[in-house]
């Protein structure tokens, strides 16, 4: 019993303790502000991948000054759907340095 409200009481306060702070910017340190990228499983092959970074470079080295501002407006909207898509399909999830911090304690408390 005495054990279980000591890890409740510790968890109450580890918790507390991130929402006394969340409005003091100043306070996190390069660590805590750093993500830390980790692979997942590509959703796009590397040929799909390169055949959407040619088609966006030849949208960039195109000539847009005889264009309206109509079939400019598509040609953004195109390079933007492809950068969507390969960063969709580049498949990596940050995680911030509080948050490894804190997942890494509980791995070594809960082992």
Known sequence: ???TLFFAVVMIF???ASMAFAG???LKSDAEN?????KTENRLSENE????TK???EIRDMDKS???SKERKELRKELKGIK???KKGGGAIYIGGGTLLLIILLIILLV
Do not use: F
């Open 1 to 3: 019993m005495k054990r």
């Open 14 to 16: 580890s918790l507390s």
């Open 24 to 26: 003091n910017e100043n």
């Open 34 to 38: 750093s993500a830390v990228p980790v």
């Open 49 to 52: 991948i390169n055949r959407l």
């Open 55 to 57: 088609r966006a470079e």
């Open 66 to 68: 005889e264009m309206n």
């Open 84 to 86: 969507e898509n390969v």
